[in-house]
């Protein structure tokens, strides 16, 4: 796969236009033509490199992106409040914890609703076991001082703290670096069976 932005979307765009051209029906022509126009929104909107960049994270294996951290849910909230349009369904840090932002144009209702995303994020690692630990250290303000003091750390790596693992996060995007203790993992496989019992 070609990894020039501009040639990247072009292909995409060229692909879905040769699909649409062999299409067998009408509903599967307008889905393709909404594909193809979600390309040129991108492009349009000047948002290359933010889907380049979306792109990686798939690869990356590292937690989902976030468009903003605050340290307290007053900061947010004034945040959300002073966005004219609220980017609605993206996901924002509010003391390091996952919130999704709800924004609906019609009534202008604003919401910021906690996830579990990094626990079941967590627990996925802990499934799929932990790589071994880029560093230990015996108290966390060792360990946040030498995080912050890294130049350029990798989206996410595994730390030990007094014997515990963490999980280091760089969200890069906006330069948010923040440390997990896997203490906090969940098991969303066990949370799904959980969800069908009678």
Same mark, same amino acid.
């Not at 490199?49 to 990686?56: E, R």
């Not at 798939?58 to 992106?65: E, F, W």
């Not at 004034?78 to 609220?86: D, G, I, K, V």
């Not at 730390?159 to 996060?169: E, F």
């Given at each position: 796969?070609?990894?020039?932005?501009?040639?990247?979307?072009?292909?995409?765009?060229?692909? +879905?236009?040769?699909?649409?051209?062999?299409?067998?029906?009408?509903?599967?022509?307008?889905?393709?033509?909404?594909?193809? %126009?979600?390309? +040129?929104?991108?492009?349009?909107?000047?948002?290359?490199?933010?889907?380049?960049?979306?792109?990686?994270?798939?690869?990356? %294996?590292?937690?989902?992106?976030?468009?903003?951290?605050?340290?307290?849910?007053?900061?947010?909230?004034?945040?959300?409040?002073?966005?004219?349009?609220?980017?609605?369904?993206?996901?924002?840090?509010?003391?390091?914890?996952?919130?999704?932002?709800?924004?609906?144009?019609?009534? %202008?209702?604003?919401?910021?609703?906690?996830?579990?995303?990094?626990?079941?994020?967590?627990?996925?690692?802990?499934?799929?076991? +932990?790589?071994?630990?880029?560093?230990?250290?015996?108290?966390?303000?060792?360990?946040?001082?030498?995080?912050?003091?890294?130049?350029?750390?990798?989206?996410?790596?595994?730390?030990?703290?007094?014997?515990? &693992?963490?999980?280091?996060?760089?969200?890069?995007?906006? %330069?948010?670096?923040?440390?997990?203790?896997? &203490?906090?993992?969940?098991?969303?496989?066990?949370?799904?069976?959980?969800?069908?019992?009678?």
């Amino acid at each position: 796969m070609t990894t020039n932005k501009r040639e990247l979307t072009k292909d995409v765009m060229g692909l +879905l236009a040769r699909i649409q051209a062999t299409a067998q029906s009408t509903e599967e022509q307008e889905l393709l033509a909404v594909a193809i %126009n979600a390309i +040129l929104f991108i492009t349009s909107t000047g948002q290359r490199y933010a889907f380049a960049d979306f792109l990686q994270y798939l690869d990356s %294996n590292a937690p989902p992106p976030v468009v903003a951290a605050f340290q307290t849910r007053e900061e947010a909230e004034t945040w959300l409040n002073s966005q004219p349009e609220p980017p609605d369904s993206t996901l924002v840090l509010i003391a390091d914890q996952y919130h999704s932002v709800l924004y609906n144009r019609e009534l %202008n209702h604003r919401r910021l609703i906690p996830l579990p995303v990094i626990e079941y994020h967590l627990g996925r690692l802990k499934r799929e076991g +932990l790589p071994p630990a880029v560093a230990s250290f015996k108290t966390c303000e060792e360990a946040e001082a030498w995080f912050m003091s890294q130049t350029e750390p990798p989206d996410q790596s595994v730390l030990t703290i007094s014997g515990d &693992s963490y999980l280091a996060v760089h969200h890069r995007n906006i %330069n948010h670096r923040v440390l997990h203790p896997f &203490s906090i993992a969940l098991d969303e496989e066990e949370h799904e069976h959980d969800a069908q019992e009678p």
